[in-house]
């Protein structure tokens, strides 16, 4: 059995090795899947980021169809679909299947995640980039909602974003306290 080293934070730097990322993705899901008693709190507390985001998915859903659709400037790219650690940690915690690429990616292709009909996944398992970049059109929109809808959306977001950070904190303590091998 091989002993687990310490995650890096921030960008996955193996798109360009379909491979190796596949074995990452393996070894963190094996953390969850071998020890969930261990990794007990980050799998809740990934469940609520879960349930945050489906209740914001309708209202980014409704303004993105607006906007969107006729946009000149195409942000469903790779460059713009690469899942970061953060993101990888939370949809294994939530025993997703990762949607890992049939192979290498271009960073200027079309994002191997989009269909005609839009993305081929829900939002909650979407990479952060991805999900959370609101380009200055779609934001003006989404401001347009009525304030009780739009500050419900923002409380949400918001809430989405502390428990991510609680997540993640969750994780690294227990990784730290981690004595087993996988």
Request: hydrophobic residues 40%.
């Amino acid at each position: 059995m091989e002993r687990f080293s310490l995650i890096n934070k921030g960008e996955i730097l193996l798109w360009g090795n379909i491979l190796e990322f596949k074995r990452l993705v393996e070894r963190i899901d094996a953390l969850f899947k071998n020890f969930p008693e261990t990794f007990k709190e980050s799998m809740n507390i990934a469940q609520e980021i879960k349930e945050c985001i489906l209740i914001i998915d309708p209202f980014i859903d409704f303004f993105s169809k607006k906007v969107c659709s006729y946009c000149k400037n195409i942000c469903c790219l790779n460059r713009n679909s690469r899942y970061e650690y953060d993101d990888l940690i939370y949809i294994l915690a939530l025993q997703e299947k990762f949607p890992i690429p049939k192979r290498n990616l271009d960073a200027k292709e079309p994002c191997y995640l989009l269909t005609e009909k839009g993305c081929k996944i829900p939002r909650y398992i979407r990479p952060s980039r991805c999900n959370w970049y609101f380009c200055k059109e779609l934001l003006s929109e989404m401001e347009s909602a009525p304030a009780k809808v739009f500050r419900e959306f923002s409380n949400t977001f918001n809430l989405m974003l502390q428990l991510k950070q609680q997540m993640l904190n969750s994780f690294f303590q227990s990784l730290s306290n981690f004595q087993g091998n996988i």
